[in-house]
């Protein structure tokens, strides 16, 4: 499933489900990421991964596949009651048959990507590779950079554990005091294919002093490394703040992509 995920992500691309989103719940542990995980198979392959997250269902599809209605209307049929809102692909035939079947347009969410060909500029900051010799300040910035964050080293290490994370990093960035001040995990979904920041945080002691930007450098440059084609975020079009870091670190912001909402009657 992992692989598909990562075969179907390209350069430019439908901005979708990547393995790094599934990377990152595993987290909550194996059975807790395959809880969540659905898949749809077109002629014995799989066409289709929905990832569960919280109310929403985040769907990729398989470029071939994007506009099979019968894949479409399999889809559109299996989403469970407990789903609010739908993540889909932009042109993907789900996202018309959902608004056929009454789903409205929801939150907007921005994709920015950056192309890596060209070395990444230095981000001003100390970076180093979280390990598990070394989780402290990762997730210390990691729980104070979100509001409830529930975050653990011990999930920490489950995340570490997953399959997903072979091709990934966690990096935390200090300033010239050596204050941990920003995090980031990166994705890659193989050689020549974009990869996902996800997450990206700032400790909330430290805002606006342009350690975002300078973490979203960081972090495009280890995709780099990975041998990633390109960086991937996504952010509600409503954090404009977030779109306009990512823009100054040279990322691109597409179209925004509205999820689809469930009928309320």
């Not at 350069?11 to 393995?19: E, S």
């Not at 596949?65 to 809102?85: F, Q, T, W």
């Not at 990934?168 to 980031?184: F, I, P, S």
């Not at 996504?234 to 954090?239: I, Q």
């Amino acid at each position: 499933m992992l692989s598909a995920l990562g075969q179907w992500q390209s350069v430019g691309g439908a901005f979708q489900l990547h393995p790094g989103d599934i990377g990152w719940q595993w987290r909550f542990g194996a059975l807790a990421t395959a809880d969540a995980v659905q898949t749809w198979d077109v002629g014995g392959a799989i066409a289709a991964v929905g990832f569960r997250d919280g109310p929403t269902l985040r769907i990729a599809i398989a470029p071939a596949s994007a506009r099979d209605a019968g894949l479409a209307a399999a889809m559109c049929g299996d989403i469970s009651p407990e789903v609010a809102s739908v993540e889909a692909p932009s042109g993907s035939l789900v996202r018309e048959d959902l608004a056929s079947r009454g789903w409205s347009l929801g939150e907007e969410w921005v994709p920015l990507e950056r192309d890596l060909s060209a070395a990444i500029e230095d981000c001003g900051l100390e970076v180093r590779t979280a390990d598990s010799s070394s989780l402290e300040d990762r997730v210390a910035v990691q729980r104070a950079s979100f509001e409830g964050s529930l975050f653990t080293a011990e999930r920490w290490r489950a995340m570490a554990e997953g399959p997903a994370y072979a091709s990934a990093r966690c990096l935390v960035g200090y300033d010239e005091h050596g204050v941990a001040v920003a995090t980031a995990t990166v994705w890659s979904a193989g050689e020549g294919r974009p990869g996902l920041l996800e997450p990206l945080g700032v400790h909330s002691e430290y805002r606006g002093r342009g350690f975002g930007r300078a973490m979203t450098l960081a972090a495009a440059g280890a995709l780099r490394e990975l041998g990633s084609a390109s960086a991937l975020v996504g952010t509600p079009k409503a954090n404009v703040a977030a779109v306009a870091t990512y823009a100054s670190a040279g990322f691109v912001p597409r179209a925004p992509v509205p999820d689809l909402d469930r009928p309320t009657s």
